[in-house]
């Protein structure tokens, strides 16, 4: 078996979950089993149905329905005991060698948040898995990236809200 | 009709085609009509079946099962020709104002060789539209990022590549 690699993307521009949800699809395309474990949202995407329609796989995470800047010391609990119990799902599925793709979306921010300790998550890393792995979110830890086979900084030169666009359905959610 | 606006992913990191893909699955998702024109690509990656699977439209405009650097010149005047043909496909489907979202994957290639001219398509732009467009490819020409309503650069910090592991399906292609 081939280890699988680990990718990384990261930076303050537009494009790292799309990247892993085009990833996604490329994988489907393929037969390939897929798993998507989404970090801090709670909210259907506009790309979980149809990602869902191909067979992937796809977890929310966050059992609370409101953005996590937010939220008090109380919620801030519930989500640290729900990211807890992603990480276990992802612990888990690594070790089914079932999936050929797992994508950690914004798990960038559980890890920058210490709610995933960096000791655990190397450990499982380094563990004999088949699945590529790929984490989503800013501010990407500097150990992650250096684990990492790929990592790509995805940088904002323009966007839409710098001119007061808001998000809009179906293109930015 | 409110005016689609434009993106542009370049850069050399990866992520810059799947970014696109991830939108249409998002699009696609809330029901959004969504047109692609994959420019140089002849062979079928394997996001293509999925993406039509779940209703996107794909031209893939290059009829040679050859990569670009490999040409010689007679075919790259074939090349060009395609090229031509698929600007065509895009202006006349711009004009239709039947689309959401359309993507001009690698089309940066093509401006930056000057296939397609500046002059033209900026005006094609300017031409009220109700399409999200999206040009994806390294070396986007700098009026058109200019222009452009979001622009993200994927910087490559780490790729597999630099460790001889080459192009993998299902993952790279």
């Known amino acids: ?3 699988g690699l680990i990718q990384v993307y990261t930076g303050d521009g537009k494009g790292k979950t799309t990247a892993a949800m085009g990833l996604a699809v490329r994988a489907l395309g393929n037969n390939f089993k897929v798993k ?12 979980v149905a149809p990602l869902k329609k ?3 796989e796809i977890t929310l995470c966050n059992g609370q329905d409101k953005p996590t800047w937010t939220m008090n ?5 519930i989500l640290i005991h ?7 799902i992802f612990k888990q599925s690594l070790k089914t060698q079932e999936y050929d793709l797992i994508i950690l979306d914004e798990a960038n921010h559980a890890l920058n948040r210490e709610y995933i300790s960096k000791k655990e998550l190397l450990e499982a890393l380094n563990q004999p898995h088949k699945s590529e792995i790929v984490f989503t979110g800013r501010n990407a830890p500097q150990w992650l990236m250096d684990r990492a086979d790929l990592v790509t900084e995805m940088k904002m030169h323009k966007h839409p809200y710098q001119k007061g666009i ?3 359905i179906g293109i930015e959610k």
Do not use: C
């Not at 729900?82 to 276990?88: C, G, M, N, S």
């Open 73 to 77: 010391s109380e919620e801030e609990k």
């Open 54 to 56: 191909l067979g992937a």
């Open 1 to 3: 078996m081939e280890q």
């Open 166 to 168: 808001p998000a809009r």
């Open 36 to 47: 998507i474990l989404q970090f801090f949202k709670s909210e259907l995407s506009g790309e």
């Open 82 to 88: 729900d990211t807890k119990l992603a990480w276990e």
